[in-house]
């Protein structure tokens, strides 16, 4: 059997490995080959697991997909999914490492670990389209759960996970949250509406245990009193009035290569993406 440090060696070699096919210019408009290359990688990726659906949705007479794999057995299929997304597309003239390739990679290997260890409830996987304009992606699959009035036990948004800074003074805030938190860009947050209050203080709690640092922000606006807490795919489904979290490093409130050329591989810490995928499963396995 394998033990702890060789488990922790394979996953961070999977999550590169992950990274090397994701990270590349893919804006769907300017750069449409990287951006058909990486929605082909999540597909044949996530198909290892199970059928992988589209859900297609139209912007501007052009048709766009978001990718689903739907997780369950016998015993959870009667029960309201955990909905775990990341979106795949990119501003033009970055490789979005972090942004959102981390993401990404972080969903793939949910996928593994969630297919031969399942969880008490069963989980829905989606990549979704178009975050970077407008989370047109999960704002058109949201609004489609809601007409056919579907339940989700929690919505969870993958939104960049692996760039930390150690150093005094790399971690900013909007003024209204500076003088809550420590100055050092070395966690991960867990941003929630009301809703999600409970989960936001077990996950963070479970995260901790396991060697990620983790603050929490619950948000009882929903994103109007500080809109930055709904700058990902979570956002349209606070809005049509789910449960949901995201799951982030902070973007451009830490990361100084947010949305540039520089955002690039070498500029992660692949070790803490590893332990924040190490920390979600263990997280996660904990909700009921």
Known sequence: ??????????????????????????????????????REYIRESL??????????????????QNLILNLDSDQTSNLPPI?????????????????????VAVLLELAAVFTTSPLKYPVRLVAFDLEEYGLLGSTAYAQQLKQNKEKLRLMLSLEMLGYC?????????????????GDRGNFIALVGNL?????????????????????????????????????????????QNYRAIMVTDTAMLRNPH???????????DLDFLTNVCQSLVAALKKIN
């Open 1 to 38: 059997m394998e033990n702890q440090q060789q488990i922790n060696v394979n996953l961070k070699q999977r999550l590169y490995d992950h990274l090397t096919q994701i990270v590349r210019e893919r804006d769907p408009y300017v750069a449409s080959g990287g951006h058909f290359l990486v």
């Open 83 to 103: 909905l775990i997304g990341a979106h795949y597309d990119a501003v033009p003239g970055t490789p979005g490492a972090d942004d959102n390739a981390t993401g």
């Open 165 to 181: 800074d150690n150093a005094a003074d790399s971690q900013s805030y909007p003024k209204i949250l500076k003088p809550f938190y």
């Open 195 to 239: 809703k999600a209050f409970p989960d936001l203080m077990r996950m963070s709690r479970q995260m901790k245990q396991t060697g990620t640092p983790c603050e929490i922000l619950p948000d009882p606006s929903s994103g109007k009193l500080v809109p930055i807490t709904g700058f990902s795919d979570h956002r349209p489904f606070w809005q």
């Open 47 to 64: 198909s290892q697991w199970g059928k992988v659906d589209n859900h297609e949705f139209e912007v501007n007479g052009k048709t766009y």
């Open 258 to 268: 947010y949305h540039q050329a520089s955002d690039t591989i070498d500029t992660l």
